[in-house]
């Protein structure tokens, strides 16, 4: 019964955030040099391995997460179609990785931020398949790793839930820009200023859509909790979100 009514919230919420139309996501196809697509690829690949294996080990000792975990896909799918136009080469969006990295860890978004990214470039002309890696990266594996990690600071400091998941889902947001921005400054340095000129430039750009962006995901995030939450505090026990006493 718990599991039929996450996977009804989990449809009402792509039906409510699905845009009409869809465009090109984080790095677009062909913009970064083959010299980087290799690189961002290539540090991507041991963060996936152990996502995979971690998925793994989640699910088989509590089979009834499965369907939190596809909630948390669905939930960061439809977040990431969210396009508002940014710099040349690039988008702004939510990123919708710190709910799943909260509940599974953050190598876990690293298979699920694939998976999403992989699928959008195919068949939604979102990303590529060339800066497949590089926009893993950023949103697959950094965001999470940000998300988590302020997640568990913010718990072991004694803050309140809402104000844990807020920050995690905020900062998971900024910093998975932040890393596009170093991306994109590494691939194409400025005449004058180099690097740092660029990486400037570029997060100077993306604060003006992102902040905003990353609030509202906040927000979001934290009533999505709550809702889960209460529908599903069994699973959450299970994976220790929640105390047994809860």
């Known amino acids: 019964?718990?599991?039929?009514?996450?996977?009804?919230?989990?449809?009402?919420?792509?039906?409510?955030?699905?845009?009409?139309?869809?465009?090109?996501?984080?790095?677009m196809e062909g913009f970064l040099p083959a010299g980087w697509c290799i690189t961002w690829g290539a540090l991507a690949i041991p963060f996936v391995l152990a996502g995979f294996f971690s998925i793994r080990r989640t699910v088989g000792e509590h089979p009834k997460t499965l369907m939190l975990l596809a909630m948390a896909g669905a939930f960061a799918f439809v977040l990431s179609s969210l396009k508002i136009p940014s710099v040349t080469g690039s988008s702004s969006h939510p990123t919708g990785v710190g709910f799943g990295a909260i509940l599974f860890g953050p190598t876990a978004m690293a298979v699920i931020g694939l998976i999403i990214l992989l699928f959008q470039a195919v068949l939604l002309a979102h990303g590529g398949l060339t800066t497949l890696g590089a926009n893993t990266f950023s949103m697959g594996i950094v965001g999470p790793l940000v998300a988590f990690a302020t997640y568990k600071i913010v718990k072991k400091a004694n803050g309140p839930q809402w104000l844990?998941?807020?920050?995690?889902?905020?900062?998971?947001?900024?910093?998975?820009?932040?890393?596009?921005?170093?991306?994109?400054?590494?691939?194409?340095?400025?005449?004058?200023?180099?690097?740092?000129?660029?990486?400037?430039?570029?997060?100077?750009?993306?604060?003006?859509?992102?902040?905003?962006?990353?609030?509202?995901?906040?927000?979001?995030?934290?009533?999505?909790?709550?809702?889960?939450?209460?529908?599903?505090?069994?699973?959450?026990?299970?994976?220790?979100?929640?105390?047994?006493?809860?």
């Open 1 to 27: 019964m718990i599991n039929k009514k996450i996977w009804i919230m989990g449809l009402v919420l792509m039906f409510m955030f699905l845009p009409q139309q869809t465009y090109a996501m984080h790095i």
């Open 164 to 246: 844990a998941v807020f920050l995690a889902a905020a900062l998971g947001d900024l910093l998975t820009y932040v890393t596009t921005s170093v991306q994109l400054a590494l691939a194409f340095p400025a005449e004058t200023g180099g690097v740092m000129a660029s990486l400037t430039k570029f997060l100077g750009i993306f604060a003006l859509t992102q902040v905003p962006l990353a609030i509202s995901e906040g927000i979001l995030t934290v009533l999505i909790f709550k809702a889960i939450s209460s529908y599903a505090g069994d699973e959450l026990k299970d994976l220790k979100i929640l105390s047994k006493e809860v």
